[in-house]
């Protein structure tokens, strides 16, 4: 059974600061996407990142898939309140295209 | 700008009541998921449609059916509701290996 952890779980920081969030697994992944999900609503994309040491830069978001193509993290540069959200990495499986693996989530609080 | 349009966004129900979870997609998607979000657990698979006709099994699918009679909808069917299906209800399409469109979701409380 392929499973994603992330962390931390919670993370609450002031607007302008930098962080990072992680995404492991001890199971090789095809590729894998970023979603934001903001309260009331569904996931939405932010990338997917599919080649080992890849490097995606999205404005201020900065993500990174493992050279094993097992972990993956995100970074964000000076934080705004407009990043506040529920972050989830989702590893597409190598045996099965048709369903991804889903994390459990980082919930990113931007404070003013 | 429709996409994936899941309806009622929240509905109550009692043990053993039964009840349907709409899902409808204009983006003529060939893929269709079905997942629950529980808190802290993240999103889990219910049911995934290739197309329409054909269904099969996510990870957790005891409880629930779905049916693909169109490309466009892909109804939950709940028969016998059950405390442990109180959860957010997220409908998703895409193209196969595509990135997945979810639907604003379903607040399901069972009391």
């Known amino acids: 059974t392929q499973l994603l952890k992330q962390s931390p779980q919670f993370l609450s920081i002031q607007e302008g600061e930098n962080l990072t969030v992680y995404c492991n697994s001890s199971s090789v992944f095809s590729s894998l996407q970023w979603y934001r999900q903001e309260p009331g609503e569904g996931p939405v994309l932010l990338v997917t990142v599919v080649t080992g040491g890849e490097v995606k830069k999205l404005k201020r978001l900065t993500f990174q898939f493992g050279d094993a193509r097992k972990d993956s993290s995100l970074h964000i540069t000076a934080a705004q309140t407009g990043d506040t959200g529920l972050y989830l990495c989702?590893?597409?499986?190598?045996?099965?295209?048709?369903?991804?693996?889903f994390g459990p989530g980082t919930s990113l609080s931007v404070i003013p | 700008n429709a996409g994936v349009t899941q309806t009622p966004k929240f509905r109550i129900l009692k043990i053993g009541q039964s009840m349907t979870l709409q899902c409808t997609q204009d983006?003529?998607?060939?893929?269709m998921y079905w997942y629950r979000q529980d808190p802290g657990m993240g999103l889990k698979l219910i049911y995934y449609?290739?197309?329409?006709?054909?269904?099969d099994k996510g990870e957790v699918p005891n409880g629930y059916n779905v049916s693909r009679s169109t490309t466009e909808d892909f109804p939950l069917r709940l028969e016998l509701a059950a405390p442990s299906q109180t959860s957010v209800y997220f409908c998703?399409?895409?193209?196969?290996?595509?990135?997945?469109?979810f639907g604003d979701g379903t607040r399901l409380s069972i009391l």
């Open positions: 983006m003529n998607h060939n893929y």
């Open positions: 998703a399409s895409n193209i196969r290996v595509g990135p997945q469109h």
């Open positions: 989702a590893g597409g499986s190598r045996t099965s295209y048709d369903k991804v693996i």
């Open positions: 449609s290739v197309g329409a006709g054909i269904t």
